[in-house]
């Protein structure tokens, strides 16, 4: 299984940067994936998670309205479409898969986390 995260970048506030996740070796449709991010000195988060077989999707409060989850079957990929952007966004994020199950959120624990990208860096200027 792997998973290669890409598209981060240096944003000004109020802007928008979108990341890709492109996937092989899974069953799509028995996952759920998610992005995570670990800001300086911070914990990770998981900020937002989709059920890759229904699209179902799930978003922290803090980014809920401003970012966008998104999967393409064919191009076996995830996407984390980011705007509005604010420096507290700052971070490296990640994508990460997990064996599918009834409950879909954004409050797992990243150990359920099965798979995980290699980061990428999004950094916003303020």
């Known amino acids: 299984v792997q998973l290669q995260a890409s598209g981060g970048g240096l944003v000004q506030t109020g802007g928008s940067l979108g990341l890709s996740c492109a996937v092989s070796?899974?069953?799509?449709?028995?996952?759920?994936m998610g992005w995570f991010r670990q800001a300086p000195g911070k914990e990770r988060e998981l900020v937002a998670s989709?059920?890759?077989?229904?699209?179902?999707?799930s978003y922290k409060d803090s980014v809920r309205g401003r970012f966008t989850i998104s999967r393409d079957n064919a191009k076996k990929t995830l996407y984390l479409q980011m705007s509005s952007l604010e420096p507290e966004d700052t971070a490296v994020y990640y994508c990460a898969a997990k064996r599918a199950s009834i409950y879909l959120g954004t409050d797992y624990n990243e150990a359920e986390f099965d798979y995980w990208g290699q980061g990428t860096l999004v950094t916003v200027s303020s």
């Open positions: 070796g899974l069953t799509f449709n028995s996952y759920v």
């Open positions: 989709i059920r890759w077989s229904t699209g179902t999707r």
